[in-house]
Antibody, heavy 121, light 106 residues
Framework: EVQLLESGGGLVQPGGSLRLSCAAS????????MTWVRQVPGKGLEWVSA????????YYADSVKGRFTISRDNSKNTLYLQMNSLRAEDTAVYFC??????????????WGQGSLVTVSS | DIEMTQSLATLPVSPGERVTLSCRAS??????LAWYQRKPGQTPRLLIY???TRATAIPARFSGTGSGTNFTLTISSLQSEDFGVYFC?????????FGGGTKVEI
């Protein structure tokens, strides 16, 4: 059974940092691209960042470029999102999700339950 | 960025009805479109990819059509378990973008 379990969320002051983790199991992690998507409560989904299966290629939304870094440790079956210089508008539930295919197509068949990040003083 | 527009925020329906949801892209995305369903407290469920291919274990009552900029998700006969929010996602261009969602409710 595929499972994605996010952790690392919490309350942080503006300008602070957090690192989200997404522990994956039930599939061959190294074969699949992964992504982070966020949702402000009551609003729609916003794509944040994605990483290819190998980790060689990364993509970012303009809203987080230069502040967030996506990475993966294929030996640990874990996806990360390092978030620096956090702003109030980064407050959201952050989801990790798995690409459906092994071809880096970037649509997603499994999602985690989400980790809440609150940026507030 | 490609903007994905789902024109209806809420769609009141009854079980057994045929439901048609729309999603429009601000520029052509070929057939690089996915549809998801999300229910309260659950993670999104992939329904359709490639605009018209049902994902694994998705019932045949769900179907998707369209290409270019206009896409439709149809539920041929709505079941009680189908209530929830439906949203589309384009994966033709970076950044990936999602529609705002349509809530299918009683």
């Amino acid at each position: 059974e595929v499972q994605l379990l996010e952790s690392g969320g919490g309350l942080v002051q503006p300008g602070g940092s957090l690192r989200l983790s997404c522990a994956a199991s039930g599939f061959t992690f190294t074969n699949y691209a992964m992504t982070w998507v966020r949702q402000v409560p009551g609003k729609g989904l916003e794509w944040v960042s994605a990483i290819s299966a190998s980790g060689a290629t990364t993509y970012y939304a303009d809203s987080v470029k230069g502040r967030f870094t996506i990475s993966r440790d294929n030996s640990k079956n874990t996806l990360y999102l390092q978030m620096n210089s956090l702003r109030a508008e980064d407050t959201a539930v952050y989801f990790c999700a798995k690409d459906r295919t092994m071809m880096n197509l970037y649509y997603f068949d499994y999602w985690g339950q989400g980790s809440l990040v609150t940026v507030s003083s | 960025d490609i903007e994905m527009t789902q024109s209806l925020a809420t769609l009141p329906v009854s079980p057994g009805e045929r439901v048609t949801l729309s999603c429009r892209a601000s520029q052509s995305i070929s057939t690089n479109l996915a549809w998801y369903q999300r229910k309260p407290g659950q993670t999104p469920r992939l329904l359709i990819y490639g605009a018209s291919t049902r994902a694994t274990a998705i019932p045949a009552r769900f179907s998707g059509t369209g290409s270019g900029t206009n896409f439709t998700l149809t539920i041929s006969s709505l079941q009680s378990e189908d209530f929830g929010v439906y949203f589309c996602q384009q994966y033709n261009n970076w950044p990936l973008t999602f529609g705002g969602g349509t809530k299918v409710e009683i």
